[in-house]
């Protein structure tokens, strides 16, 4: 049994995975904070699915790039699990998750998250059946360079995460190539994240609990102000 853990936005997402099964997923968009949700919707999650934490056999989490809080609490919680079961934690791409939204799917699928001042974390994937492929790495740039590039090329292409939603209008005016994902299929879930690192788990490929760390691809706001105002940057 797989519980996975999605934190990198503002939804609240976890999930449990057994064998092929979805046993149970659990995604929420109140804009409440993950320190006040997260634990609570394992624990709901885990007394509703009737599944026991000796259960378990290994955990998976976002790690990023996304929100810089919601990533660290999502983290932290994860890595404190799978040290307190002693089951091995396996962290996927924020990217990547959302592209196993849409398995199966022929358009390309361009994943945007929110990077703030106009700017997204872009990636683009395509699925060949059940295989996944990276035709762009995660790679920061403004949201309508990315746009600009993806009409230049002249293909069908979905869009998905953060970055997508805030940029809606632009998506849907720009070109009849471009499509909006569906309410279900744009945000990134739990589900997809037990998917995608179901694959490592079954070839025994796991991260260490202790030196796992988000994928920010960035400096924190706070840490760029912190820079300008005291000359340095803040102790670690």
């Given amino acids: 049994m797989l519980l996975a853990i999605e934190t990198s936005s503002l939804v609240s997402s976890v999930a449990l995975l057994h064998d092929d099964t979805l046993r149970a997923e659990l995604t929420i968009q109140a804009r409440l904070t993950h320190s006040e949700q997260l634990m609570p919707h394992i624990a709901d999650m885990l007394d509703k699915a009737s599944v026991k934490k000796s259960q378990i056999d290994g955990v998976a989490v976002a790690v990023g790039p996304g929100s810089f809080t919601g990533l660290r609490i999502g983290l932290a919680t994860a890595k404190g699990l799978s040290f307190a079961w002693n089951v091995p934690i396996v962290g996927v791409t924020t990217p990547v998750s959302l ?30 059946r059940t295989t996944l492929t990276t035709e762009k790495e995660i790679y920061i740039a403004p949201r309508t360079e990315v746009l600009d590039t993806l009409e230049r090329e002249g293909q069908p292409v979905v869009f998905c995460g953060d970055g997508s939603l805030k940029g809606r209008r632009d998506i849907e005016g720009r070109s009849p190539l471009f499509r909006m994902a569906p309410p279900t299929m744009v945000i990134p879930r739990a589900g997809s994240v037990a998917l995608a690192a179901n694959v490592r788990f079954a070839a025994g490929d796991y991260d260490d609990c202790m030196t796992l760390t988000p994928s920010y691809l960035r400096r924190s706001e706070a840490e760029v102000l912190w820079e300008k105002r005291h000359g340095g940057a803040p102790c670690q």
């Fill in 99 to 128: 592209a196993w939204n849409f398995v199966g799917v022929s358009d390309r699928i361009c994943t945007l998250i929110d990077a703030q001042k106009g700017n997204v974390y872009a990636g683009v994937y395509r699925w060949d």
